[in-house]
């Protein structure tokens, strides 16, 4: 199981990082032999932050090996999908053909999400089919010269965009959810992700639920034909070092509810944030390498985030990796 390292962007609202403490932190993770990726979160007007692609240009120069992504790019239905293509491509060309475009739906329940919809005259019921859309057109113009696309919500002809993004074919899309609902929904949404998807993303936390969605997607894999060993299936989790179980979780919570601007419950924070000592954290994270992720990106859910990666690299992920 590879581990990735999400850069918190929000946190510049609210003092738990600044811009440079974060390339910062990703040219530690860059030289680190324990981290694979680096990760930003994204979104415009509903929950404010460092834009994703600026800062993922800012990591890009600042690293040579890590993988970088959104998890997840919840503006992707609000972005013209053309400038998105032209501006993707010139960040993988920065970044050397390492970029993963993470993309979702971006729903958010909150006055934020209304906002969006209003300024950029989308509906709700409209971001799925853009999601899909748009994944399609950005294959379609990093692969083709003078691109047509006639679809529902867009339509070109004769586009080309130059220079085309370095990793061939094209930089991997991978689709992120986390429905809740009705088995047969949340299937729905699964087989979207097979159909259309290079990898799936998820920030769900509960070990039995997780197993049946990867065994659900990996099925649905193979009725489309698709191999399922070479899907890479991602976890967005947290984490917090503390050997007083109870500060560590404390800390994430007012973290989280920071960031996020609403209410956790406990057990939702066990079991989103791996939480304690450096073997409790193990443990905990443990049961998802178990589970088959191929990727598991940690957060630090801290206001002091550089003692947390000295923590992390220098005794978590060590003794992760043995006990592996």
């Known amino acids: 199981m590879k581990i990735g390292l999400t850069l918190p ?24 032999d324990c981290i694979d990726s680096v990760w930003v979160g994204d979104s415009l007007l509903g929950k404010p932050r460092v834009e994703s692609i600026s800062l ?12 970088l992504g959104t998890a997840c790019m919840a503006s992707f239905p609000l972005r013209d999908p053309v400038l998105l293509a032209y501006q993707w491509a010139s960040l993988d060309v920065i970044a050397q053909g390492r970029t993963v475009l993470v993309v979702c739906t971006g729903i958010i329940p909150q006055k934020g999400g209304s906002i969006e919809g209003l300024l950029y005259g989308l509906e709700r019921r409209d971001r799925v089919t853009r999601m899909v859309e ?33 990793a061939k074919p094209h930089p991997p899309i991978w689709i992120a959810n986390n429905a809740i609902g009705s088995a047969d929904l949340i299937s729905r949404t699964h087989l979207r992700v097979a159909r259309h998807a290079d990898g799936w993303e998820t920030s769900l936390s509960d070990p039995q639920d997780l197993a049946w969605r990867l065994n659900d997607i990996r099925s649905k894999l193979l009725d489309e034909g698709r191999d399922p060993t070479g899907f890479e299936t991602h976890l967005y989790h947290n984490i917090n070092i503390n050997d007083d179980r109870e500060q560590a979780f404390e800390e994430s919570r007012r973290f989280l509810e920071t ?22 954290c193990v443990e905990h994270l443990l049961v998802y390498k178990r589970l088959g992720f191929s990727e598991l990106t940690l957060r630090l859910t801290s206001w002091d985030q550089e003692a947390q990666f000295e923590r992390l690299v220098g005794e978590v992920l060590p003794a992760l990796k043995e006990a592996a």
């Open 56 to 67: 993922l240009a800012a990591v890009a120069g600042r690293t040579q090996r890590v993988r």
């Open 9 to 32: 962007n929000r946190g510049v609202l609210f003092g738990a990082v600044t811009a440079e403490q974060m390339l910062q932190l990703a040219e530690r993770a860059d030289a680190s």
């Open 134 to 166: 748009w994944i399609k057109i950005l294959r379609l113009l990093w692969t083709e010269p003078d691109a047509t696309f006639e679809g529902q919500h867009y339509r070109f002809r004769g586009i080309t965009i130059e220079p085309r993004p370095a």
């Open 259 to 280: 960031y996020y601007g609403e209410e956790f419950s406990p057990a939702r924070i066990r079991s989103w944030c791996a939480l304690g000592s450096p073997q409790e």
